[in-house]
């Protein structure tokens, strides 16, 4: 009986001791599975703060005199504006003047005011001053055997970042459109129109040549109603940022203004009061000397006076570009050789670089041929595409 109870006793005495083991061990566990917890827990948060911190660190910084602090990206800079690019706002056009410092965390392409070219990151370590590291773009041999020089340098030397090949001066900037516009009618009346303009500019630091040309076609009922065409070429040549002289020769065939071949040929001067994406504006004035060629008039010829305006702007936020442009010429010899040129219109965004223009067409003559009228308007509706 004393050897039964012993062993129930001894086999208490397991089991608790059994379940004592299992307890510390369970502990024991759930002590390593929370160390584990806090251990993710702190990595994650040096992550999180490491992954904010660094992207803190890639970001440009503009701080204005005001004392406001930009952070973001620096797209470029033309003229007196910046363009900044933030999360918040997306680009924001900064005036120049009011930028105390600037801090870029890439190199980018800088034209000086000397009109040197030098791709290098900017940091301000003094008021309205960037550090620089100098090295001019063409110079050969790999970036790592570059020798830098850092220079110290006034915030208003930076002329432009990231400028495009004409205002760097070691480029062409080739910008341009052309434009379709048509239709067809069958029935009780067969008619067709066909309209296609173009307009193409290479820009360099001193130079713009502008290549243009126009070509009109109607029929009605296999009959032609319109037949014309027009070309012209202009080149600039810049003598400083605004005041230009140029030679321009203009070509013109119109049947039903019995315009056998008018050939316009000039120089002049110009002034561009504004050259930017958003806005250009230019004035010009010359001479030229007219000839023209008439299917059943007699020919002529005379000098004039030439005077031009071309404009245009981004409107409603920078989607739309509203435009207009004139030429006239006087004949100095007699005023009735007076011709006028005219469009006015809006361009709209369609896709990618694709639009679609509305646009008013006036063309004037004090003296037409006989039995022809002074004027030619016209309504265009047409589709397009630019490059730039």
Not at 116 to 130: Q, Y
Not at 201 to 227: D, K
Not at 266 to 271: A, L, P, R
Request: hydrophobic fraction near 35%.
């Amino acid at each position: 009986m004393c050897n039964v109870s012993h062993g129930i006793s001894t086999m208490h005495h397991a089991q608790a001791n059994a379940q004592a083991d299992y307890g510390l061990q369970a502990e024991r566990k759930r002590v390593l599975n929370n160390k584990s917890y806090i251990k993710m827990a702190m990595t994650g948060l040096l992550l999180t703060s490491g992954g904010i911190a660094a992207m803190s660190a890639m970001a440009d910084e503009i701080r204005m005199k005001n004392g406001d602090v930009l952070t973001g990206k620096v797209i470029k800079k033309f003229t007196d504006k910046v363009v900044f690019n933030t999360k918040y706002a997306g680009d924001l056009q900064i005036s120049w003047t009011e930028v105390e410092a600037i801090k870029t965390d890439e190199p980018l392409t800088v034209t000086l005011t000397d009109r040197s070219n030098i791709k290098t990151p900017l940091e301000s370590f003094d008021s309205g001053k960037a550090t620089i590291k100098v090295v001019p773009l063409d110079e050969d041999g790999d970036d790592k055997n570059k020798q830098y020089e850092e220079r110290e340098i006034a915030l208003s030397d930076l002329k432009y970042i990231n400028p495009t090949p004409e205002l760097s001066g070691v480029g062409v900037n080739w910008t341009g459109r052309i434009n379709l516009g048509g239709s067809i009618t069958q029935g009780n009346t067969d008619t067709t129109t066909l309209r296609l303009d173009g307009e193409s500019i290479a820009r360099t630091l001193n130079h713009r040549l502008t290549v243009a040309a126009v070509v009109n076609r109607a029929t009605n009922n296999g009959e032609n109603t319109q037949f014309n065409n027009r070309s012209s070429v202009k080149l600039d040549r810049f003598i400083n940022n605004k005041w230009y002289v140029y030679a321009n020769n203009t070509l013109e065939n119109d049947k039903f203004r019995d315009i056998k071949l008018r050939t316009t040929t000039g120089i002049g001067s110009g002034y561009q009061v504004y050259e930017q994406p958003e806005i250009n504006l230019f004035i010009e004035g010359g001479l030229n000397y007219v000839t023209v060629n008439y299917y059943d008039e007699e020919n002529e010829k005379y000098p004039g006076a030439r005077w031009a305006l071309k404009y245009d702007q981004r409107i409603f936020g920078g989607s739309t570009q509203f435009f207009h442009e004139h030429e006239a010429l006087l004949g100095l010899d007699n005023l009735d050789n007076t011709l006028v040129f005219t469009k006015t219109g809006l361009r709209f965004p369609i896709i990618n670089n694709f639009n679609a223009t509305v646009q008013y067409n006036l063309d004037w003559a004090r003296t037409p041929a006989d039995d022809r009228k002074r004027a030619d308007s016209a309504l265009i509706f047409s589709l397009g595409y630019v490059w730039q």
